[in-house]
């Protein structure tokens, strides 16, 4: 990775009235610190720093230019601020590096060939968009991959799924899922089933009521034709006796 110059300036001013004016100027107040060196407060120039974030170049080595200093002064973007509502840019924070002391950095996961997942129906589910790696500072990658091209529905993705170069160690738990593909219709479907048993159920509890109802009637009819019997029978005694007096 080729290092980006970038025109610094020191900076004794502080307080918010004159940050305010050096972002007026069009410029950027930033501190540089690290490697056990005492911070450094800078002015940077906002087209220059502009231009370099629009080009992805979040991870870049950066030559600091110094006051046009001729001493070399390798640092990384460790933090920007921004504005609330919009996109300015109101403060950096810069780390001193060497080349030859690992740096740990914040990396974006890609997702790539997710177009035969899609036409499958799957959902691609994504959990985190960005790990976090050490590396010395010339191997930083620019993103991490994740190939869908051979993934099915129902396959999820951890951490320990994803490939980097020797030199790139990625620092988040191994067992971390990344990324999960869902099957809409299969869910759909069971959720379908799900309803046609709780429909079934109730057709049958449904069916059970009338059935009792209905032998409940019954019940009450044959309760009736006995009482009928009883009082007929009741009859039929006394006829006999009145014949005998006869």
């Known amino acids: 990775m080729a290092d980006v110059k970038i025109m610094a300036q020191t900076r004794e001013e502080t307080g918010k009235g004159a940050m305010r004016r050096i ?5 950027i107040p930033a501190i540089l610190y690290g490697e056990k060196r005492d911070p450094v407060c800078l002015k940077l120039q906002t087209i220059e720093i502009e231009r370099l974030l629009n080009r992805g170049g979040a991870h870049s080595i950066l030559d600091l230019q110094i006051d046009d200093a001729k001493e070399k002064n390798l640092a990384m973007i460790k933090e ?34 997710t177009d035969e997942v899609k036409k499958r129906g799957g959902i691609i589910t994504q959990m985190i968009n960005e790990l976090t790696v050490e590396c010395f500072p ?29 030199s790139v160690t990625i ?4 067992e971390e899922v990344i990324v999960a593909i869902l099957a809409p219709k299969a869910e ?7 309803e046609g048993e709780a429909a079934e159920g109730d057709a049958a509890g449904g069916a ?23 009082k007929g029978g009741d009859a039929k005694p006394g006829a006999a006796k009145g014949g005998a007096k006869k």
């Open 80 to 113: 920007v601020q921004h504005a609330t509502m919009t996109s300015k840019i109101l403060h950096m924070d810069l780390i001193r590096i060497s080349l030859d002391k690992k740096v740990e950095v914040n990396i974006e996961l890609e997702i790539i060939n």
């Open 208 to 230: 059970k009521a009338g059935d009792a109802k209905a032998g409940a009637k019954a019940g009450d009819a044959k309760g009736g034709a006995k009482a009928g019997d009883a």
């Open 188 to 194: 759909e479907a069971a959720a379908a089933a799900t």
């Open 138 to 166: 010339d191997n930083i990658p620019e993103t991490i991959k994740l190939d869908l091209a051979n993934a099915a529905t129902g396959d999820s993705f951890k951490i320990h799924d994803l490939i980097v170069d020797e």
């Open 23 to 27: 972002r007026n100027g069009k410029q």
């Open 171 to 174: 620092m988040n738990d191994p």
